[in-house]
């Protein structure tokens, strides 16, 4: 029996949080979208506990395929789903996120009036009690402002949240996956199809919210982790330009310092502009520990 193509590909990677997944899961089983219109691939990047228990009670509700594979990064486990989707585009998140119920149904919309591009979404903070999580959450807010001021010509936007045509995506070859971490592929893979002349665009409509809990050794964790892949990002990117690393400008530092006291949040705008601050020292201290690391 022939199948139609479905119009959507969810691809969630996932490892070692099964009471995450199955939160994910259950949105992306409520979404207002009708569900013979979309298929959900699940990568288990190598996960201690099998995750057939978790997907199982959702078969019936779903098109849904379960793939195990070694351990490698979520890089690689995004390109094993993408290589088993059969949707024309495909849309990513991950296991701690939770989509909103017209997600698919704002993204449609999108794609019928751009369909070649690669259309991101808005991640809201699922967490609002958890400092930590919050001013994560605000921090990616400030990125989104400053690196998709014109949503129509927007240059970042961060894998849990981003749709694309399959037949794009497989051409640019995927996600790298010399990425040895959850940080900077996204950001990689962005400037790639950028270089290549496609458009991105914003799309805050199609929301999804983001229940990482974060605490302090997390948090610094996060960002000590996002700072290596910063270096990996500008040391691909300076290689494919034949040029010498950048990185931003002062002023992006000192409007970053300054965007929690403009911003109204369940969490007192000073400790976040003090964990901001936290977030670049582990930031610089993970980009310097990598340069060093790939001098050795």
Same mark, same amino acid.
């Given at each position: ?119 991101? $979404? ?74 290549? $002349? ?99």
């Amino acid at each position: 029996m022939i199948h139609e193509q479905p119009f959507f590909s969810i691809i969630i990677p996932t490892y070692n949080r099964p009471e995450r997944l199955l939160s994910c899961l259950k949105s992306i089983a409520q979404l207002n979208y009708p569900p013979d219109r979309f298929e959900v691939i699940v990568v288990d990047d190598g996960s201690e506990m099998p995750i057939e228990p978790v997907v199982a009670s959702f078969r019936k509700q779903l098109n849904l395929a379960a793939i195990a594979q070694q351990n490698s990064g979520p890089a690689n486990a995004r390109n094993t789903g993408a290589t088993r989707a059969r949707g024309k585009f495909l849309v990513f998140t991950d296991d701690d996120c939770m989509p909103a119920p017209e997600w698919l149904k704002t993204l449609e919309v999108r794609f019928k009036a751009a369909p070649n591009c690669l259309i991101g $979404g808005r991640t809201l903070n699922a967490l609002p009690d958890n400092l930590y999580s919050t001013a994560s959450q605000v921090l990616i807010d400030f990125l989104y402002e400053y690196y998709n001021a014109d949503r129509d010509r927007s240059s970042f936007f961060a894998s849990n949240n981003l749709a694309l045509p399959a037949e794009r995506f497989h051409a640019l070859g995927g996600f790298d996956t010399t990425f040895p971490l959850a940080a900077g592929e996204d950001r990689e893979f962005c400037d790639r199809w950028l270089q290549h $002349g496609y458009q991105m665009i914003y799309a805050p409509e199609a929301q999804v919210y983001h229940a990482h809990k974060l605490t302090l050794y997390a948090f610094w964790r996060q960002h000590y982790n996002y700072g290596r892949g910063a270096f990996c990002f500008h040391q691909v990117r300076a290689r494919r330009n034949m040029e010498r690393i950048k990185v931003e400008p002062f002023s992006f530092y000192f409007n970053l310092l300054k965007y929690p006291f403009s911003q109204g949040t369940s969490q007192p705008a000073l400790a976040i502009a003090i964990l901001f601050l936290l977030s670049q020292i582990a930031n610089v201290s993970g980009f310097f520990w990598e340069t060093t690391s790939c001098s050795r």
